[in-house]
């Protein structure tokens, strides 16, 4: 089987407009055939953004060259740069018709060395991911957990009980990006991949077809409401559907102690069944206990589990 045409592509040469399209009708196309998505959000507003810095792409073509129609793209990867001293973090897709050629070690060894390389497969897909990461020498180094609950249904959540000092909002567009991005990298100063996140990275996806200032919920000080104490952004993709998800939880540190991450989720979930929704899943770190702790009190179970692999 002749090796693939590889194609690097970052910041100082960026990703063309057709092939950004390639590649994200390529994870389509393997999302159709696995039953799940096999790019984060991250990875895929990369991919439209086409030229941020820290990220490098990499495009495997078949014999035909990178300027043939959809079909000769046979696997896309992408490397990000990791904050905070992190080792950079990837992800891949192998087009379905294109699996058990080589193209996945091809597009692995395209990568930086010290890449971590996430897998979001299920069931058979996520078995192969698993046997693939082994045959390459990699180990899981993590492990996210989705977790879900039914919003008709199960166990009662309860009320959101906020210090008398504080009060709920939504978030208002022109008013709150500076402040909620400060609160968000105090918030995840031990989460790299979510503290590091810019006003840019928040208006990009403000700029998504979910967006939603009313399901952006601040607790802010009563005496200062500029002042944000703690946030739970939810989020409904697509639109119309009918499942919502809590997105990011956030308490700033000097708030922290007194209760705001379990009431500020429970607004959230208010937010959401008040939408008429069937179900809320979230996306949890297994080493970030307390969360899990918290999620597990209020109903959550797990549903899944995503895991990245390291050398």
């Known amino acids: 089987m ?29 999302e159709e055939a696995d039953g799940g998505a096999p790019l984060s959000e991250q990875f895929r507003l990369s991919v439209r953004a086409r030229d941020v810095d820290g990220v ?47 193209v996945g070690r091809a597009l692995v060894e395209a990568l930086p060395e010290q890449v971590r390389l996430w897998s979001h497969a299920r069931g058979a897909a996520g078995e192969g991911a698993a046997r693939f990461a082994e045959a390459l020498g990699l180990r899981p180094v993590r492990s996210l957990h989705v977790m879900g609950r039914s919003l008709r249904s199960g166990p009662e959540w309860g009320p959101a009980i906020l210090p008398a000092d504080l009060v709920a909002r939504h978030f208002e567009v022109g008013r709150d990006e500076d402040a909620w991005v400060q609160v968000n990298a105090a918030a995840f100063a031990h989460h790299p991949e979510q503290g590091s996140l810019r006003r840019a990275d928040l ?23 500029a002042r944000i104490a703690a946030f739970h952004w939810t989020k409904v993709d697509p639109p119309e559907g009918d499942v919502g998800e809590v997105y990011v939880v956030g ?51 797990d549903v899944e589990v995503h895991r990245q692999y390291a050398r």
């Open 56 to 102: 490098v792409h990499v495009l495997a073509f078949d014999e035909k060259g990178p300027y043939a129609a959809g079909p000769a793209l046979l696997g896309y990867a992408q490397s990000r740069a990791g904050a905070g001293g992190e080792p950079p973090s990837g992800e891949l897709v192998v087009a379905p018709d294109a699996r058990r050629r080589g």
């Open 203 to 225: 208006e990009q996806r403000m700029a998504e077809p979910w967006w939603d200032p009313d399901g952006f919920i601040l607790v802010v000080e009563a005496a200062d409401p």
């Open 251 to 301: 308490v700033a540190p000097a708030q922290q102690g007194r209760g705001l991450g379990t009431a500020v989720t429970v607004l959230g979930l208010d937010h959401l069944a008040r939408r008429g929704l069937r179900e809320v899943v979230l996306y949890v770190d297994e080493e970030n206990t307390a969360a899990v702790h918290t999620y597990s009190r209020l109903g959550f179970e």
């Open 2 to 30: 002749p090796c693939p045409n590889i194609v690097r592509r970052d910041a100082t040469s960026p990703l063309t407009a057709a092939e950004a399209e390639a590649v994200l009708a390529l994870a389509a196309r393997s």
